[in-house]
């Protein structure tokens, strides 16, 4: 799949910015749909029913995905959604959450919510977003089987206001699309009136400044984290904020942990402007 075409990519910023999220139709094929599924089939097994009404009772939700599902990095760096992410977001944002959650019949509508305020932030809305979250469908989302729903318009709304039944849109679309939306956009899950499940991954990003909703660095050791692509590490956090050293380990750039050739910026000739306000005892050799 190419990278969103600049005109594809204006419209969907537009969309972003008007409703708060926006749908791309039939991103990724049925083959990879059936390997992360094959990947996801041992842990959704019915023996981790979601344990409150937000996880959902009739739900099944898999964390750590990275760790468990190789396939995900695929779409968690799709290059028809990068684009969209690297417009909405500071470089080196980070993957916040990644999981896997899979709506069972007789699932009732989760509670409605935004994402980006997992760490109760002190910035009430309305305000900017802090991340941008994704939900790819594995399954069709129909009319009846829990499909995500959202509230348009809702992330330039104030703490206070509710959503009303008639401002709820329900977000069918077929298996292999996903929807790219705000942190600061009301939404939840659907109630499962069906016979059948409705499987759903979705990767969250957040400011590189911010604390991961998931714990990256233990969600996926470096062992594992080795095995990605840079950007995927990155996301996780295996960087550091430019200029400065914000993200550093035991003194060192985190890249040291998964890659003992990796040259620090001095090495590659770049200054270290945060390094210059430090003592020299507060000062760690080429971050
Ligand atoms: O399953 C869904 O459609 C939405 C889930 C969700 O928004 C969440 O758990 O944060």
Redesign the pocket.
Request: glycine letters at 20%; proline letters at 0%.
């Given at each position: 799949m190419a990278n969103a075409p600049a005109r594809d990519l204006a419209q969907h910023l537009q969309r972003i910015e008007v409703d708060g999220f926006t749908i791309l139709p039939k991103v990724i094929d049925t083959e990879l749909i059936t390997a992360i599924k094959h990947e996801l089939s041992p842990f959704l097994q019915g023996q981790h029913p979601g344990r409150n009404d937000?996880e959902g009772l009739y739900s099944e939700r898999v964390y750590a995905l990275l760790s468990k599902a190789p396939s995900i990095a695929k779409i968690i760096e799709h290059p028809a959604v990068l684009p969209i992410l690297d417009a909405l977001l500071p470089p080196g944002f980070l993957l916040s959450a990644a999981l896997a959650?899979d709506?069972h019949p007789g699932e009732t509508p989760?509670p409605m919510?935004i994402?980006d305020n997992a760490g109760n932030l002190p910035f009430p809305r309305p305000r900017a977003h802090f991340g941008v979250s994704t939900?790819w469908a594995l399954d069709d989302f129909t009319a009846d089987n829990?499909a995500?729903e959202v509230v348009a318009g809702s992330h330039r709304w104030p703490e206070e206001r509710q959503a009303k039944e008639d401002e709820i849109t329900q977000v069918v679309m077929p298996a292999g699309s996903v929807i790219v939306f705000l942190g600061t956009l009301l939404?939840?899950?659907?109630a499962n009136r069906s016979a059948s499940d409705r499987l759903?991954i979705?990767p969250q990003y957040c400011m590189p400044g911010l604390r991961q909703i998931e714990n990256m660095a233990l969600a996926v050791p470096p062992s594992v984290a080795g095995q990605y692509s840079p950007r995927i590490q990155e996301m996780l956090g295996y960087a550091t904020i430019d200029p400065g050293f914000m993200g550093y380990v035991d003194g060192v750039h985190p890249k040291r942990l998964i890659d003992p050739d990796y040259q620090g910026r001095r090495a590659r000739g770049l200054e270290s402007p945060g390094l210059a306000s430090l003592t020299e005892s507060q000062q760690f050799s080429n971050p």
């Open positions: 937000f959650i709506v989760q919510h994402d939900i829990g995500t939404h939840r899950g659907g759903a979705t």
